[in-house]
């Protein structure tokens, strides 16, 4: 998932990604704001899936 593609969903990626993981914070989510490494490793962290693991997750919601 590139930078634009992230960026231009993201809002309704943030809401499916709460709703599957209730214990994810808006603080999580606000990886997204120019730290995408971040992010994804946040995802992982909370979700236990690899990186790409996360990747594929958000392009399938």
């Given amino acids: 998932m590139d930078k634009l593609e992230l960026k231009g969903s993201w809002n309704e990626l943030k809401g ?3 709703q ?3 214990d994810m914070t808006d603080d999580d989510l606000k ?3 120019g ?3 971040e992010l994804y490793g946040r995802l992982q962290q909370k979700t236990g ?3 790409e693991g996360v990747i ?3 392009r399938s919601l």
Avoid: G
């Fill in 16 to 18: 499916k990604v709460k």
């Fill in 35 to 37: 730290k995408d490494d």
């Fill in 20 to 22: 599957a993981y209730a």
């Fill in 56 to 58: 594929d997750w958000l």
């Fill in 49 to 51: 899936k690899t990186r």
């Fill in 31 to 33: 990886y997204e704001e």
